[in-house]
Each structure stands twice: as structure tokens, then as C-alpha cells.
């Protein structure tokens, strides 16, 4: 079983929609989590972390249940720009190495 | 955060030659390390560059093949030795302080 799993999509979708993806991760000591957008033939880059409490930045929304180790990324109002892949990523228990799953890409058409 | 840059950024190289891979962040970083994402897959960690001593590889990747170096808390070194075709694949460094990593550009690697 891989660390993190994520559902490879793609998930199609118009302009304003909203959208949701779902990670599962296998190590229960885990303490960070994060998502991360990576753009065709670019670098990931860091979208927000993810807290227990949940989280929110502009039309992102980021959840956290620890007891079913399942993490959650909320895309509302959904913009052309929005088209990536959106990495799932956990920092492995007691080192500072991340873990990333395998992506979910998003394409949003007009 | 940190600007990460990286040299070269593509090569085709021919099997069974080495390249060098150089990562330069541009303020002192704990943390540095490669990954390996090959085309349509996500990030493979290689390895933790160790500022002076030697890198902790991952599973399935070994020190003969892949040398890293780091002589200071901002520059290391990857070094992809004897290539195959299978290593064709884009190379990234990361470099942070704990889990707040950020990522150079990546060296896209074709070996023919």
C-alpha cells in the first residue's frame, strides 16, 4: 500500500464550479500535511497546510481527520488558472522528509 | 521562504557518461534534498544531502549511483552516474527549514 493515495482524476470541470479532492494517508504518526500545486512542467509549489481544525485561504479550504487519516482540498468557484496537479503531501513521523502522492490533475474549461 | 536554483536546466546525455547536477538556494537552509519525478508520476524522494557528512539515501537508490554532496547550508550536489535510458526523468532539489520546503526548477534529464 502506498504512504499517501490520492485518486489520479482527471476531474473535468467548468468555470465556477467547485470541486473536491481526497487523500489517504497509511502512517497514523504523521504530524504535517500539506497540499502542493504543480503546474505542466513546473516545480511544485506549496498551496497551503493542512490543520486539524481545517483551514481555509481565499476559495481553498483544506481538512484534516486524523481518526480516518483523510485529507481534503476544497476548490470553489473554480478558474481556468485553478487547471494543475494538486499533490497530497505528508511529512513522514520524526524526520523532516515529505511524502507525496501520486496527484490528482484538474482541468477547468470554460 | 528560499529562491532555488538549479544547473543545468535539461541535458541529453549519452548512456554511461555522468552528469552533475547543481542546487544553490540563496539563504542558509536546514534541509535539502532530490527527488526523481519521472514523466506522468509525482515525486520520488533520493535522497537527504547531509551538510558535511554523507547523504541518507531512500530505498532503492544507492550512493555509487547517485554521489550527493553538500559542503555548506546552501549549494549541493547530484550526480547521476553511468546512465541508462531509465534514468531519463526530471531532477529536483528542495531545500527549507523542516517541513516548509521549497523546490528548484529541475534538471530534465533525456539519456539516449
Known amino acids: 500500500r502506498k504512504e499517501v493515495e490520492q485518486d489520479p482524476g482527471p476531474f473535468n470541470v467548468p468555470e465556477g464550479a467547485t470541486v473536491a479532492f481526497n487523500c489517504t494517508y497509511s502512517?497514523?504518526?504523521?504530524?504535517?500535511f500539506f497540499w502542493y500545486r504543480q503546474d505542466c512542467r513546473k516545480e511544485p509549489k506549496l498551496l497551503m497546510s493542512?490543520?486539524?481544525s481545517g483551514n481555509e485561504d481565499g476559495r481553498f479550504t483544506a481538512q484534516l481527520n486524523r481518526a480516518s487519516q483523510y485529507i481534503s482540498l476544497l476548490i470553489r468557484d473554480s478558474k481556468l488558472s485553478d487547471s494543475a496537479t494538486y499533490l497530497c503531501?505528508?511529512?513522514?513521523?520524526?524526520?523532516?522528509?515529505?511524502?507525496f502522492g501520486t496527484g490528482t490533475r484538474l482541468q477547468v474549461f470554460p | 521562504s528560499a529562491v532555488i536554483s538549479q544547473k543545468p536546466s535539461r541535458d541529453i546525455c549519452q548512456r554511461g557518461t555522468s552528469l552533475t547536477i547543481q542546487c544553490q538556494v540563496d539563504?542558509?537552509?536546514?534541509?535539502m534534498f532530490w527527488y526523481r519525478q519521472q514523466p506522468g508520476q509525482s515525486l520520488t524522494l533520493i535522497a537527504t544531502?547531509?551538510?558535511?557528512?554523507?547523504?541518507?539515501?531512500e530505498s532503492g537508490f544507492v550512493i555509487d549511483k547517485f554521489p550527493i554532496s553538500r559542503p555548506n547550508l546552501t549549494f549541493s550536489t547530484l550526480t547521476v552516474s553511468n546512465m541508462s535510458p531509465e534514468d531519463s526523468s526530471i531532477y529536483l532539489c528542495?531545500?527549507?527549514?523542516?517541513?516548509?520546503?521549497?523546490f528548484g526548477p529541475g534538471t530534465r534529464l533525456t539519456v539516449t
Open positions: 503531501v505528508v511529512g513522514s513521523y520524526n524526520t523532516d522528509k515529505l511524502i
Open positions: 502512517n497514523s504518526a504523521s504530524q504535517s
Open positions: 493542512v490543520y486539524s
Open positions: 539563504s542558509q537552509v536546514t534541509m
Open positions: 544531502a547531509n551538510q558535511g557528512s554523507e547523504a541518507t539515501y
Open positions: 528542495s531545500g527549507g527549514q523542516a517541513y516548509e520546503q521549497y
